[in-house]
């Protein structure tokens, strides 16, 4: 397996009912329906999770580990994301989501958002020392690391080399633990509790690193009903474990992350299709006088991840509450850190999958193609072929991976053409004359082809009938 | 044109802000899909970029016209505009005509006609006063 575009979100084709809802939703088009089923194209897919939160037959999925991964370990950490924290109602305090953790079977916690003010504190340096590259763009979010990957070849350059939290505190937290324990490093389990897929994906297949130390992830909808019952035992008697300040747990929301700049100069976008129009026009080169940009791919930030299950704003909301009794900053109660740990050790390269040929000549042949098929399709993008756009399946039909015929306008076309040619053919047969029986063989043949139009027309129609259902993918 | 292997039209339209850029836009995009390397799509965006704006803030939108060619991509915008009355003050940086309304938009800036001579590789501008303004601009491949 091409393990540059390993994806935690997959499809759970039983429940999938071959409806046009994700492909419209996908931010890279990476998803069609063909049989009735929807498909992910890898090299195009992010992991943003958009197809999960708009999926109302739940067929979306993301991967994840079980929480008995952590009898896989002799010790266990637990790195609660700082979203975490935004999914409890009236928490003052968060040594008892803390607690809790411990309660529920982890050895040890170390804060992800403990981590975070250490990449603040160094993003501040390196931005500060690389004026050259302004505007950095944040690499927190593996979804956007990803979206730029493909598409935007050159912003490459501005994305800031230092590794997400998450990875900072994997590290850290298995180096405290074999201090502490004396274990080798592979038998402590260092588990993120994640509130999305795309930081999954991170984990298995991440960017900017060949491997990473995270050993396993939960989905915090996953953790929260078990956490709950925990916390009302945690509060009777918090254990102090908590180490961040508001900087780390205010990368929670979106804005958080360029707080920690502590610049005025920077801008932070959220929701995916803000950050593509962001994208966009600083490509065009539009921003002028900023040193950084923060990208997320989810509204509101990492609290309105696809595997939290409060209200985004209602979890930034609860964010801002919890944080203002916290110091500025904690870094004073985490160890010294060498750059090995915080920088980048692979550089992110361009992988051109939009380009649709292998060589330029190629290409333009298939683009001319695409813009002469765009022409005869009805232009309504209704989605009908299982492509989002009339564009996309035009796209499709000259990678080789469609025919007109998935067009169901120029279907029905087609099939009054051939009516009306058999209806000519009809008008002139002379009965008795000697070409009788060569009109009514050309006739038959127009039937023949009218009833196989047909029952393409019935087919994506009605696609789901006589499809074998199954989980096509093998589940982690 | 001559040895054009793909022409592409856009209509830019008059004082539109919310559509300016959609022109430069596809053409990115279509550049992407045709594998042209990073380099030349960011001069090609940008110089395009600036000259569409260009045409919603001086003349009333009008027409580009890119071509793409074995050895370079050319762009040619034409506009039925006011005409530039000065070039050589035109191309300074920071020199600008644009209204104050315009400027409080965040354009107006005077780096237009700069900016599309950087990011391209030759440029050529025709003028007339009260008949129109056509720059032409290459990028090579």
Request: aromatic letters at 6%; a negative charge; glycine letters at 8%.
């Amino acid at each position: 397996m091409d393990t540059r575009f390993y994806h935690s979100v997959h499809l759970k084709k039983d429940l999938c009912n071959g409806c046009i809802n994700c492909i419209k939703r996908c931010p890279t088009e990476a998803i069609r329906v063909r049989d009735g089923k929807a498909i992910i194209a890898g090299e195009f897919c992010i992991d943003c999770g958009e197809c999960i939160r708009i999926c109302s037959h739940h067929a979306k999925i993301s991967r994840r580990d079980r929480p008995d991964i952590l009898g896989r370990y002799k010790y266990t950490v637990a790195l609660p994301a700082p979203s975490l924290y935004s999914q409890f109602n009236h928490l003052e305090d968060i040594n008892i989501v803390l607690t809790a953790l411990i309660l529920l079977g982890f050895n040890d916690v170390y804060e992800v958002a403990a981590a975070a003010e250490l990449v603040s504190e160094e993003s501040r340096k390196y931005v500060a020392d690389h004026p050259e590259n302004w505007p950095f763009i944040s690499t927190a979010c593996p979804s956007v690391v990803r979206l730029i990957r493909v598409r935007f070849p050159n912003l490459i350059e501005h994305l800031l080399p230092i590794n997400p939290p998450v990875e900072v505190a994997a590290r850290l937290a298995r180096r405290e633990a074999v201090k502490k324990t004396g274990l080798p490093p592979d038998k402590i389990g260092v588990i993120f509790l994640s509130p999305c897929p795309s930081k999954v994906t991170y984990a298995r297949s991440p960017l900017g690193n060949a491997h990473s130390d995270i050993d396993g992830v939960l989905a915090i909808q996953d953790i929260y009903p078990i956490l709950l019952p925990l916390m009302k035992e945690a509060e009777k008697s918090p254990m102090d474990l908590a180490r961040a300040g508001r900087i780390g747990v205010g990368w929670g929301g979106s804005g958080g992350e360029a707080a920690g700049m502590i610049t005025s100069s920077y801008l932070a976008a959220d929701g995916i299709e803000n950050v593509i129009r962001v994208l966009e026009d600083l490509e065009d080169e539009k921003f002028s006088d900023l040193n950084f940009i923060e990208l997320n791919a989810c509204n509101g930030g990492c609290v309105g991840g696809v595997l939290t299950v409060e209200n985004p704003y209602v979890a930034k909301a609860k964010l801002k509450q919890l944080n203002q009794y916290l110091p500025v900053s904690m870094t004073h109660k985490t160890p010294d850190i060498d750059n090995t740990d915080l920088y980048w050790t692979e550089p992110v390269e361009y992988l051109p999958v939009f380009r649709l040929g292998n060589s330029m000549m190629e290409s333009l042949a298939m683009l001319n193609k695409v813009n002469r098929l765009c022409q005869k399709f009805p232009g309504l993008d209704c989605g009908s072929c299982g492509a989002p756009t009339c564009k996309a399946l035009a796209e499709d039909i000259v990678r080789g991976n469609a025919t007109q015929n998935d067009c169901i306008y120029v279907l029905k076309n087609h099939i009054h053409k051939l009516m009306d040619n058999a209806n000519t053919l009809a008008n002139n047969i002379f009965i008795g004359g000697d070409n009788a029986k060569e009109y009514i063989y050309i006739l038959k043949q127009y039937i023949t082809q009218l009833s196989s139009d047909i029952s393409l027309l019935d087919a994506s129609l009605n696609p789901s009938s006589g499809q074998e259902d199954g989980d096509g993918q093998e589940a982690d | 044109m001559d040895g054009s292997l793909m022409t592409l039209h856009y209509d830019v339209s008059p004082t539109d802000f919310t559509r300016a850029g959609e022109a430069s836009s596809d053409v990115k995009n279509k550049l992407k899909q045709l594998g042209v390397s990073p380099q030349v799509i960011r001069k090609v965006a940008i110089a395009m970029y600036e000259g569409e704006i260009n045409m919603v803030i001086h003349a009333q939108g009008g027409h580009i016209t890119v071509d793409i060619l074995p050895t370079m991509i050319r762009m040619e915008l034409k506009d039925v505009g006011p005409g530039i009355e000065d070039v050589e003050r035109a191309m300074q940086a920071g020199y600008s005509t644009a209204p104050d309304n315009i400027r409080s938009l965040g354009f107006g800036a005077g780096m237009g006609l700069p900016n599309m001579k950087k990011y391209s590789d030759t440029m050529q501008i025709d003028t007339v006063l009260g008949v129109g303004t056509t720059v032409t601009m290459t990028v090579d491949l």
